[in-house]
């Protein structure tokens, strides 16, 4: 069975760091382009950043661009999301996704497989 698996995720304080794993099981990671989204409270969700399957492209959203890295290791079956000089509006719940197709998109409902998602607070 398919599943996604992050953690990582709690209570950091503004200008703080978090890197947030995604575990993945019941598929290769390798052949799947990975995404990682947010959805703060009363917002919809949002892509954060991509990585293609081999993980040679990224793409970051203009508001966590330069303060965010995704990465992955297909061999582990782990993807990864790096946060730096974390600021409030950083408040979510992140999420893990795969997708088939090879390009990215901003439509959640290109995702086939979601994880539960890891809440990161972002508080003095």
């Known amino acids: 069975q398919e599943r996604l698996q992050e953690s990582g995720g709690g209570l950091v304080q503004p200008g703080g760091s978090l890197r947030l794993s995604c575990a993945v099981s019941?598929?290769?990671?390798?052949?799947?382009?990975m995404g990682w989204w947010r959805q703060a409270p009363g917002k919809e969700r949002e892509v954060v950043a991509h990585i293609s399957r081999d993980g040679g492209t990224t793409y970051y959203t203009t508001p966590v661009k330069g303060r965010i890295t995704i990465s992955r290791d297909n061999a582990k079956n782990t993807l990864y999301l790096r946060m730096d000089n974390l600021q409030p509006e950083g408040t979510a719940v992140y999420y893990c996704?795969?997708?088939?197709?090879?390009?990215?998109?901003?439509?959640?409902?290109?995702?086939?497989?979601w994880g539960q998602g890891t809440q990161v607070t972002v508080s003095s």
């Open positions: 019941g598929l290769s990671l390798s052949t799947y382009t």
């Open positions: 996704a795969a997708r088939t197709q090879s390009s990215p998109t901003f439509n959640p409902a290109g995702y086939k497989y």
